[in-house]
């Protein structure tokens, strides 16, 4: 089902994601806030695991999930989106950019964040971090994605909200 706050929020793109119980609340996540949520093969997982419908709960209804053989797929299906990359190694904070619906929020698989050749190919302002303390190496992939979709949900006035 495609809700009509999906064309006025930045879409939500996993590549590889390896963990079901991510990618279920990052399910929930997207039925909540009515983004697009595109899941790029191959994954860790089959989209009817347990496990992930455990975190999705019943939400899997409310979602609008796509999934794709490769990142060029979506990128031919998608070519007017903007793709910002989200990498403990990006040097643009998450909330100093101006988001849009025409953005691709990308995240990485948990156990290895996105490809650093994908990354050499993005300009660098397009390689948001999310700040942390030193030292340490990543936020959960579930707990990245919300931070970030709320920003962006945030400065686009929360279209489809109630209160």
Avoid at 11 to 29: A, D
Avoid at 90 to 102: I, M, N
Wanted: with cysteine; aromatic share 6%.
């Amino acid at each position: 089902m495609l809700t009509p706050e999906a064309n006025r929020l930045p879409h939500v793109l996993l590549y590889e994601p390896e963990i079901p119980p991510n990618t279920g609340n990052i399910i929930r996540l997207c039925a909540n806030t009515g983004a697009l949520l595109h899941l790029i093969e191959p994954m860790g997982f089959v989209l009817d695991d347990k496990r992930l419908r455990r975190a999705g709960l019943d939400y899997h209804e409310w979602a609008n999930v796509k999934t794709w053989p490769n990142l060029d797929a979506y990128r031919a299906q998608y070519p007017q989106q903007r793709l910002l990359a989200v990498e403990t190694s990006g040097t643009q904070r998450h909330s100093d950019v101006t988001f849009s619906a025409t953005d691709t929020l990308m995240l990485g698989p948990e156990t290895r964040g996105l490809p650093q050749a994908l990354l050499d190919e993005m300009p660098a302002e397009n390689i948001l971090r999310l700040p942390m303390l030193p030292n340490r190496r990543s936020l959960n992939l579930s707990n990245a994605t919300a931070i970030i979709v709320f920003e962006a949900w945030r400065q686009l006035d929360f279209p489809g909200a109630s209160g």
